[in-house]
């Protein structure tokens, strides 16, 4: 059984920076793509970042592209999410996803493993 928990969330203010991480037990991590989805207020989930096996694949939401960093340690079977500077508009529940890879995904149906998701909160 696949249980990726994510962590990190918590309240920041507008224009700093925040790391979530999310560590991925059971399964084989190397052959995963991993990928970051979030749920604002009164949303539909939508994608935000996903990394295949290696770095040469990567995608970024257009919202988050440039201030968002995703990156994946194999050893620690870990995916982590570097925002920075954070906006109100990136107040969401983030969660974490693994599907198949090797290319970077970016639809919810494509992935099989999800957390429970982590809060953030950025305020003005």
């Known amino acids: 059984q696949v249980q990726l928990v994510e962590s990190g969330g918590r309240s920041v203010q507008a224009g700093t920076s925040l790391k979530l991480s999310c560590v991925v037990n059971?399964?084989?991590?190397?052959?995963?793509?991993m990928g970051w989805f979030r749920r604002a207020p009164g949303k539909e989930r939508e994608f935000v970042a996903s990394?295949?096996?290696?770095?040469?694949?990567?995608a970024y939401a257009d919202a988050v592209k440039g201030r968002f960093t995703i990156s994946r340690n194999n050893d620690k079977k870990t995916v982590d999410l570097d925002m920075n500077n954070l906006e109100v508009e990136d107040t969401a529940v983030y969660y974490c996803?693994?599907?198949?890879?090797?290319?970077?995904?970016?639809?919810?149906?494509?992935?099989?493993?999800w957390g429970q998701g982590t809060q953030v909160t950025v305020s003005s």
């Open positions: 990394i295949g096996w290696t770095t040469n694949w990567l």
């Open positions: 996803a693994g599907g198949a890879g090797p290319a970077a995904r970016l639809r919810e149906e494509d992935y099989i493993f």
């Open positions: 059971g399964g084989t991590f190397t052959t995963y793509t």
